[in-house]
């Protein structure tokens, strides 16, 4: 798709950072806030501003996800675009996308996928003070909290925070200004203002946004999924007023803490299966079944391990949730059936209550069935179970 005209404004999106912090197991822009990541989130404010140049710069193996993310949130300005691999520094990956920029940018703004609620009109507004004749520009809040300065844990003195503002991102700069400081870095700096300030430049401020906070915490990860606004699915195909379906499967191995939870019931006496949860492969393959069916993504999606509170949960804590989800998306559960592959436990003598608890979870009838592979396998050799699941979803009735 061609574009009108080639703009003088580039956004740099810097999503290379591993984010141990948050401890999530991925790279912190491509850890879920609802359905989609934080980048995914972060370029709808990017997007929504002032045509500019949108470079990501994203960790060398995940480029091709930082393109489907950022493609899906270009839109019509996806000539706009472009995806580049990081460094292992901050300062090396926004050294990469500098590097990428057409060279007809003349304002460069640095922005941090982290800050994934960033709106759009902070994005103008540090734009607009550098088109006003600033050589950088940083977008501040007041600190509010009392500031003390300790040595260990003992207080020294409290601090005037009169004097002291929290800095945030996109911060914006010339690009003759940015690039000529990162040409002469002396070393590494936490931002790009500090960079461009070591290098003898005058920095001003604008107002920040509250919205606008970093996400490096699980606490900051909570507060982003509290605040965040749906972002609305991309609508492949009309919606046809037809049963949906959906297959799922799942695997755990044994050597889990406690006892073994499987089909949505305990078996006491049996070794447990390890896993985030309880490592329940059965109620597990039914989620998958039943958000394929839905199209509303997988278990990962809604139940990864970043999601601490479902850490240990059982059979009736996810199903619920998805009966949820399913409702949400306009759909109702049509049926699920279920077939386990496994040596232990034998599920014939307990198949009924099985199915009642899980269809009393799900809302929906689940029936199932179990079997071997004859010695065959990771499950014939007994060091597992493994589940696969079918599911019809039908649209809900109108009101």
Known sequence: MSIIAVPRVAVIVVAAGSGQRLGAGVPKAFVGIDRHTVLRHALRGVFAAAPAQVVVVAPEDRQGDALTEAAEAAGDRGDLLRVVAGGATRQQSVAAGLAALWA????????????????????????????????????????????????????????????????????????DVIAAAYATAPAEFTDDAALVQAAGRVVRTVAGDERAFKITTPGDLERVRALVTPLAPVTLAPVVAAPRVGVGTDVHAFGGDGAL????????????????????????????????????????????????????????????????????????????????????????????????????????????????????????????????AVAVVVPAPAP
């Not at 006003?132 to 020294?156: C, F, H, Q, S």
């Not at 009966?323 to 759909?331: I, S």
Request: with cysteine; charged share 20%.
């Open 104 to 175: 007809d940018i003349d304002v460069v703004l640095v922005h941090d996928a982290a800050r994934a609620l960033t709106p759009a009109d902070v994005f103008d507004r540090v734009v607009s003070a550098v088109d006003g004749g600033a050589d950088a520009v940083v977008p501040v809040l007041p600190v509010v909290d009392t500031i003390k300065r300790v040595e260990g844990a003992r207080v020294v003195e409290a601090v005037d925070r009169s004097a002291l503002t929290a800095a945030q991102t996109p911060q914006g700069f010339r690009r």
């Open 261 to 388: 939870w499987l089909a949505g019931v305990e078996w006491p006496g049996e070794r447990a299966l390890s896993g985030h949860s309880d490592g329940d492969a059965v109620a597990h393959a039914i989620v998958d079944a039943v958000l394929a069916a839905a199209g509303l993504g997988d278990i990962g999606t809604h139940f990864g391990t970043d999601r601490p509170e479902y850490a240990g949960a059982h059979a009736a804590a996810f199903l619920a949730r998805v009966r949820m989800l399913v409702a949400e998306a306009g759909f109702v559960v049509g049926n699920v059936s279920v077939q386990v592959q496994a040596n232990r436990p034998r599920l014939a003598g307990r198949r009924d209550e099985c199915e009642r608890v899980l269809s009393a979870a799900l809302g929906a009838p689940v029936s199932v069935s179990a079997t071997t592979t004859d010695g065959l396998g990771f499950t014939g050799a007994g060091d597992g179970v493994a589940a696969f």
